[in-house]
């Protein structure tokens, strides 16, 4: 499921105009700015972060635009670079948070820059774009602002809903949509040492629940929680991440969990820890070449399936540390990952608009529908929409895939036997049912281990709840209000 900018300039690179008009929306005043030291790429993050992650980071990437490193802004999207070094005037990342050219940035709903903020950017643009003085930039600690809702990670069992809106995280009753608790760290507070009310100080990216349904892990930039859901407590907190921490992974037994990350375009970041002490365990480098979005182990824990932006799936041995088999196929980042529980089958969800299947003993790509036939891509979506992740449905044959403007869908993996002198399975997906997201932009999707429920969620910070065998919407949830925070 799960990559760093995805609300600001995704849409930059390759998005709808949103449906806004020139005449509906002001440019944002050009001020002059009395500074005699150089503006440093440290100095244009926090805005970055305060008004384009949601949209433009992490496994989510609008326009294929990651906004979240120096490397990916220059790198750009579909449209190219997002600055000009030395022209701001002609950089794509001016002209739309400026709201001079469309689609404009950030959307309607989401705080414009400043005049201030904006006339930072074109200075550091225009004094040529300096790079980060280290290989990370140093990240101004300001807290999401409270009106970024969006949902980018959820989990859910047959009693209860738990999504990720911004920095928050709330427990809804799957029966009445009614908000059980809210999970808040009394150590995130503003400036004045006042608690903020929430669970993480940045957007969070990943949440996973343990097999025993009593505890919760969380994820965010540089780092993650442990909740025990009965008491909302936090039990355990890993700090020092190199950066986001976007997917993780219980293991099968409840004793450990992974924790998957890195920094975009420059290395991977893999650690286990141990759930009970919450000791660092053991850490594995240099798996991927890029950020780990997604994880999930094998049900005899002995192998970890890891899916990167390096466009790649590998099968990690956990003992060893070693990677047994790499799958190569996709084109672009490879966001989300599961496998299913008979351990025969691996489903890989990518940018590049597609999910595919993998045999997990060989590490062929399963997309044979006969013997000898030509390669069929298995298209989980429509073919202009992104696969953001996909889900196996308990110990089923089906699974649950979602992303982009497209409805979530429900395949069956049928398995076709033929006589042949080949003993690779043949697997046919089957499109049971959709269910309709109306004109929501998904990043995140859940089912429960019988199916009865499918949850989803994206841009418009709320999560739909459906009855996942009639296909039904029986309820949409939403945060609580929090009081806006003042910077």
């Not at 957007?203 to 009965?230: M, T, V, Y």
């Not at 990350?261 to 991927?288: M, N, S």
């Not at 030509?374 to 992104?386: K, L």
């Amino acid at each position: 499921m799960r990559y760093f900018f995805s609300l600001i300039l995704s849409v930059i690179l390759a998005a709808p105009l949103w449906g806004q008009k020139s005449a509906d929306v002001e440019p944002i005043p050009v001020v002059q700015l009395k500074r005699k030291e150089p503006v440093l790429f440290d100095d244009i993050v926090p805005i970055l972060r305060n008004k384009c992650f949601a949209c433009h980071s992490a496994n989510v990437t609008k326009g294929e635009l990651d906004l979240s490193s120096y490397a990916s802004i220059v790198k750009g999207g579909k449209r190219g670079s997002a600055i000009k070094p030395g022209k701001s005037a002609e950089s794509l990342l001016v002209q739309l948070a400026g709201k001079t050219a469309r689609p404009f940035m950030p959307p309607k709903r989401e705080p414009p820059l400043t005049p201030t903020e904006l006339a930072l950017l074109k200075l550091w643009i225009d004094q040529g774009a300096r790079p980060p003085q280290s290989q990370q930039a140093k990240i101004a600690q300001t807290p999401l602002s409270s009106s970024v809702r969006l949902v980018r990670a959820l989990a859910l069992t047959s009693e209860r809903t738990i999504a990720a809106f911004g920095n928050q995280i709330h427990l809804f009753d799957n029966k009445t949509g009614s908000l059980q608790r809210s999970l808040v760290d009394p150590s995130v507070v503003d400036t004045n040492q006042r608690p903020l009310g929430v669970a993480h100080f940045g957007l969070i990216e990943a949440l996973a629940i343990s097999p025993d349904r009593k505890l919760l892990a969380s994820g965010s930039f540089q780092e993650a929680l442990l909740w025990d859901l009965q008491t909302g407590k936090v039990l355990h907190k890993w700090t020092g991440f190199a950066d986001r921490a976007v997917a993780l992974a219980f293991s099968n037994d409840g004793k450990f969990l992974a924790v998957g990350g890195g920094i975009p375009t420059a290395d991977a970041e893999l650690v286990f820890f141990d759930v009970a002490t919450g000791q660092r365990v053991k850490a594995f480098p240099r798996i991927h070449s890029d950020t780990i979005c997604g994880l999930c182990f094998t049900a005899d824990n002995r192998f970890l399936i890891t899916a990167s932006a390096d466009m790649s799936v590998k099968i990690l041995d956990v003992s060893t540390g070693k990677v047994v088999k790499k799958l190569d196929g996709h084109t672009h980042h490879v966001v989300d990952v599961g496998v299913q529980a008979d351990g025969a089958i691996i489903a890989s969800a990518g940018t590049d608009k597609k999910v595919r299947l993998w045999d997990f003993k060989t590490g062929e790509q399963l997309t044979r529908i006969n013997r000898g036939g030509g390669q069929v891509t298995i298209m989980a979506v429509d073919r202009e929409q992104p696969a953001c992740q996909v889900r196996f449905v308990g110990n089923s044959n089906k699974i649950i895939v979602g992303g982009g403007s497209e409805p979530v869908t429900l395949w069956e993996l049928q398995r076709i036997d033929k006589a042949s002198n080949y003993y690779t399975p043949y697997i046919q997906p089957r499109r049971l049912r959709a269910f309709e997201i109306g004109k929501d932009y998904i990043y995140a999707v859940a089912a429960t281990a019988d199916g009865k429920f499918v949850a989803a969620g994206g841009e418009e910070g709320v999560v739909r709840l459906f009855d996942g065998e009639k296909g039904q919407l029986l309820h949409t949830l939403a945060p609580p209000k929090l009081p806006v925070i003042k910077r």
